[in-house]
């Protein structure tokens, strides 16, 4: 989430331990097959949820990332044959939890005022 900063400052010690157990539940959720993965992605796609909507967006990698978990949770399902009519064709309920909370994150952003990492200013 903050490969922007670390990129520019180094990688903060204080992360270190975030970033082992991340990439540990990702791995396992992978190595579980399509259940670990369905489940990676609501887990990834809420827990951007909350910290977008409780912080703001403060990286362009926060707009991407429950894209890509969308994008996860609607291949898992397609490969579960989990799809139906309406709402619950694959995509759409997908693109019904995507679109609101992209419009929520471009608003608490805003409110926030957290726009200055597009022009390289302080947020």
């Known amino acids: 989430m903050e490969a922007e ?3 520019a400052h180094g990688f903060p010690a204080s992360e270190v331990s975030f970033f082992s157990i991340a990439v ?12 670990g993965c369905l489940l990676l992605s609501v887990a990834g796609f809420g ?17 991407i990332m429950p894209i890509l978990y969308a994008s996860l949770m609607a291949r898992s399902r397609r490969t579960l044959n989990w799809s139906g009519s309406g709402i619950l064709a694959i995509g759409r ?11 929520l994150i471009l608003l608490r952003t805003t409110t926030l ?5 597009i022009s390289g200013k302080p947020w």
């Not at 827990?47 to 707009?63: H, I, K, Q, S």
């Not at 309920?93 to 419009?103: F, G, N």
């Not at 005022?113 to 990492?117: I, L, M, S």
């Open 47 to 63: 827990f951007f949820t909350y910290v977008n909507l409780r912080y703001g967006a403060p990286y362009l990698l926060d707009y």
């Open 113 to 117: 005022a957290k726009w200055g990492w």
């Open 24 to 35: 540990a539940v990702t791995l396992a959720a992978l190595f579980a097959g399509i259940w």
């Open 93 to 103: 309920l997908e693109e019904a939890l995507l679109i609101p909370v992209l419009a």
């Open 5 to 7: 900063y670390w990129v």
